[in-house]
């Protein structure tokens, strides 16, 4: 079968964030022997892999596992079951990956962790209902315990900011949006943002000053990790959690008012999926995929889509698609 | 009646650290009203006071709590009740002084929280009791509850450093001391430290890393809140916690590996004594008090003693006292 497959193995102690300009330094489009599902395991066929942060994390040796070398990259996509230890043989499922990756005609994972996809659900909201929709569903969980009745998120314009922004309005919890882009902001204001901080423009953290004391946000939902970020944290009521999941940013944040840790009992911490898919009731996660179907085939989440690429040609395409500023980037490896 | 008397309000938004080289910007000795008891207060003639970290930082207005103009400063102390809403009058009590402070011949607070002292407690090891001796209990709760069998502290060779690494001894969970001065590791060693880091020495960071490596430390109880603690933290095993409790140095860490946070499961939060008592089982304090005068009698911990200070002398002498590279600083109002 056709796949992209790491050039390297383990990681690189580089950190250059999610960005990247040519694939040819980690990935190489290459014919390798199609996966044996052993115990326990599935065989995919792919229909269309969705490319997150994480996947480009991943490939440059920046992210939280080790690289296999020779094995194809990719986290997360939909396709038919075809083989395997499971009776799920012959239906369309989600997947996350964890035995031969997804950007290849055919992906392996352990057969306990397929998705059955709703009929009506779109080929790209199928691709994508695992990492943000999952991880949107999971941090919102820690939003609603922090009682507040607002919250902070950063990269509000992102995929999963959208997907974070449209719970609040249907929870009732007002998105305190900080995006770097003004031109982003009318936009996020429709979806449910009920305040926009754009960090480009004079002074954000005045911007936040009067916002964060009328609405007494609790969380802050942190995909960038720089140095405006902890600005904004020690700028938070007390008790303020500082929640990162995401490090767009190459900064080393410094902590300007670690005294608040004491006094105003504030805490940073992170958010990883795969920590909260162990440590979570199992029940809460069959019940997080009907909810996720259920609202992108309301309506109440969309999918943006910048670009699909064939498999054959996302060695060249795929950055460029991946650059635009808005929307997610797809791997089709049946074209 | 004479006490060194606050000479601002609020907080001066300065982040100097907890020493001191002249008192007379901040206090004066003053006559001021002996403070009148009201409901549920207790007025007491003080005996000894104790002087700590917290003290320096409040009146020099870089506490968690605003200072008040014309009112006595200092927290701590011992002394016998002598008036009030208590039926403890005419007994010798430690205690934290909320309504008129400690560096003063009479102190007042609320009655609830009187600590009677056993007749063969020392009036120093009485008169230091709350802050350091409370605060080492409750943090060594947070190691134990960590369940690993080991803990970093730094600033190591300080009053609550010597308990802490006493409680460890005492408890089977190795204390790994960091310190700034080698001529202190001998003593820390003696005392019942396990691992001894020296920070003046080259590379701290490498003496660390195989002895985190073999014993595995889950917390980092830090008095410091520098760039090295930072570096520690981050070179600590999965799932560590930095608790910060005290700031020591003026510098503004970095946080060089943020995606830990994420992968890691690591964790950055403040210890504050005042929040602790509020959340903690009530119990358990009476309980914690039961054990602190136990192991002061009986030798477990010692108080090392730096110098103790007339009121009258304070202002001149008090600074020098608290130069001193160990032990720690009384004020005596009765002479």
């Not at 305040?195 to 609790?218: C, H, M, N, W, Y």
């Not at 309506?299 to 929307?327: F, H, N, Q, R, Y």
Request: proline content about 7%; hydrophobic content about 45%; overall charge negative.
């Amino acid at each position: 079968m056709k796949a992209l497959v790491q050039l390297h193995d383990g990681y690189s102690n580089t950190a250059t964030g999610p960005n990247i300009e040519d694939m040819s330094p980690f990935v190489a489009l290459q014919d390798v022997p199609k996966p044996e599902p052993g115990d326990g395991q599935a065989l995919i066929k792919v229909h269309m892999s969705a490319v997150n942060p994480s996947d480009i994390h991943f490939i440059k040796g920046e992210y939280g596992q080790p690289r296999v070398k020779g094995m194809p990259a990719g986290f997360e996509a939909v396709g038919e079951v075809v083989a395997g230890d499971t009776p799920l043989k012959g239906q369309r499922v989600s997947f996350f990956a964890d035995a031969s990756g997804t950007w290849a005609e055919y992906a392996m994972t352990d057969a306990a962790r397929l998705v059955p996809c709703r009929p009506d659900l779109s080929e790209v909201d199928a691709a994508g209902q695992l990492v943000n929709p999952l991880t949107a569903i999971a941090m919102f969980d820690i939003v609603k315990e922090s009682g507040a009745d607002s919250f902070v998120l950063n990269a509000a314009g992102s995929q999963l900011g959208k997907l974070m922004i449209a719970l609040g309005r249907d929870h009732g919890i007002k998105p305190i949006a900080v995006i770097r882009r003004a031109e982003q902001a009318a936009a996020l204001r429709d979806l449910g943002a009920a305040e926009v901080i754009v960090t480009s423009e004079d002074d954000p953290l005045g911007q936040a000053q009067p916002i964060f004391k009328s609405l007494k946000p609790r969380i802050l939902l942190d995909a960038v990790g720089d140095q405006f970020t902890s600005d904004l944290f020690f700028a938070m009521p007390s008790h303020a959690r500082w929640v990162n999941y995401g490090k767009l940013s190459t900064e080393t944040p410094a902590l300007g008012q670690l005294g608040q840790m004491i006094f105003q009992g504030k805490v940073i911490e992170g958010f990883w999926l795969t920590r909260w898919m162990k440590q979570v009731d199992p029940a809460r996660i069959p019940a997080a995929f009907m909810e996720i179907q259920e609202r992108f085939v309301s309506g109440k989440w969309t999918t943006d889509v910048a670009g699909i690429v064939p498999l054959s040609e996302a060695m060249e395409k795929l950055p460029e698609v991946l650059a635009k500023p808005d929307g997610k980037a797809f791997i089709d490896p049946r074209s």
